[in-house]
DNA sequence: GCCAACGTTGGC
DNA sequence: GCCAACGTTGGC
């Protein structure tokens, strides 16, 4: 089992989103970096979770949790030539690009602000401090356990 | 909205 | 295969 942090902007998908379908999956699709690609393709495993995290806004943070409920597969929106995310090297027979499928498992009671993060000397090796745009990154288990203490979440 | 960081593209 | 130009991300 692997711990995670995924970016996404919550005007386009946001975890309230996600909260409001419980039940439900989402692809989290749209990822256009190889770094993050080779992730999604190869290592993210059902079971594992991620820290879902909101960029792009006035106070960027990890706001909750969510499972993995499906590893990688064919990300289809780098196939529609009228989509956002169409790529035109992108083929049935090679996709390029992959998705997961992730479900809402929690918020934080207090989502942990990228500003306290960054003041936490535990979490200084975490991509997202080291100024990287990966928008898929792994997490120890170290620096998961300290933000689900930050964000007062009891497992 | 600005701009720094950085990944990607393409000419040579 | 180098590297300049360009595009995108994302914090501020």
Redesign the pocket.
């Known amino acids: 089992m692997n711990y995670w942090l995924i970016?996404t902007e919550p005007g386009c998908f946001s975890l309230d989103l996600l909260k409001k379908r419980p039940d439900m999956t989402e692809h989290w699709d749209g990822v256009?970096?190889?770094q993050a690609r080779n992730f999604l393709r190869d290592s993210i495993k059902v079971g594992d979770m991620a820290l879902f995290y909101h960029?792009?806004i006035a106070e960027?943070a990890v706001v909750g949790i969510v499972d993995i409920v499906r590893a990688g597969y064919p990300d289809f929106t780098a196939l529609d030539p009228n989509g956002e995310h169409f790529d035109p090297k992108a083929s049935p027979a090679n996709p390029i690009w992959y998705m997961v499928d992730v479900r809402f498992r929690a918020e934080l009671p207090k989502p942990v602000s990228?500003?306290d993060i960054k003041e936490n000397p535990l979490l200084a090796d975490m991509p997202l401090v080291r100024?990287?745009?990966?928008?898929v990154q792994p997490v120890s288990a170290v620096e998961w356990q300290v933000i689900m203490s930050m964000g007062r979440l009891t497992a």
């Open positions: 970016k256009r970096n190889f960029s792009n960027p990228l500003a100024r990287s745009r990966l928008s």
